[in-house]
């Protein structure tokens, strides 16, 4: 059953709650796993993909003859739309990518900043049901436009093989290795390097909880993105809104898991129980059933700006304005991950097509950072000249913020420059 809370002081903390990846529990296995593969190397990978995968690899790098096969199996129709999807994606990145720039005006000197992109960087691409081809081109898309060197793939397999959508996918990106390997152990192999497997600067892309823990562990030895959980989304309506797309977009992110969080808030309380309605009608798995038991729900709310305060405090990960004045209420968003304006605009579009990455910030996490971007691939190294003048402008500055932090040598090594 579909419940239906109104917003309440006493109750908005329960509200808040969502699905806790609980990383704690799976880290001293994680622990032994990680360390296993950093001391064996690509023997652990072997074996530990025979335990989990229930068959022997002849080799962990994807070979050129099964990305051939791979194309021959998915057929032309998937190929053109993967491509399609590809440019749409490297036109919407291209537009935020940075560029580098100087300033002769800043501090008497020449001051710039340098834009120069990672050089190796590992993408996770979870295994599922089927295989996540959309995953490849929403990780590998932005890090090929901020131009990194090496760009490799882990992902599960089954049976010995990967899905060959997203080995075609992978092609289609311009990676450069795909390995056979899943898992806590394969955040391990990208963070540590093994024979096969090269060692990289930056690992992102989502995965289930030990891969999330396994993350955790190597961050310092390279740089991560963030701990990923279940998907969200929170609809925020008014009586304009058609209750079947309310419920439509509802459905869609409750079928991801069963600790998806997909909630309604609105002002209208015969929008409340129509969409109620719908969704116990056409609740067709036992992972959408358990969603709505779990941490979905509809919340009622006096007015908007209420719904919208709401919507801040959750920083969900997906946010639907199905209201009359979208664009007026976009305005007072403040923490989200994606923002998906008026009845057309189905969070399936984001998933898959529009342009932004579909790795994006769960838990409440948008409250502090945006989803996989360019900058995620990049980094801003700034430069400086100065002539004697230029340095005799700033040098008080540099010497009495010395003198407060009592760095004497600070102050010194300005000083004497000028005399």
Known sequence: ????????????RTLLKRSETDIETVLPEVRKIVERVK???????????KELDKSSLKSLRVSDREIVEAYEKVGEKAVRTLRRIAKILEKFHQKMLPRDWKDKSING????ILVRPLEKVGLYVPGGRTGYPSTVLMSGIPAKVAGVEELYICTPPKGGSVNPCVLVAADIVGVDAVFKVGGAQAIAAMAYGTKTIPKVDKIVGPGNVYVQAAKRLVAGEVEIDFEAGPSEVMVIADDSASAKLVALELLAQAEHDINSSAILVTTSGKLAVEVKRILEERMDSETVKLSFSRYSKIVLVSNLKKGMEFANMYAPEHLVLMVKQPQKWLTEVKNAGEVFLGPYSAVATGDFVLGPSHVLPTGGKAKFRSGLTVFDFLKLIPYHQLSREGLKKISVLVQEMAGMEELPWHAKSVKERLS
């Open 109 to 112: 000197g020449v001051t710039g």
């Open 39 to 49: 001391r064996e190397g690509d023997s652990a990978l072997f074996q530990l993909e």
């Open 1 to 12: 059953m579909v419940e239906i809370i109104r917003l309440k002081e006493s109750n908005q």
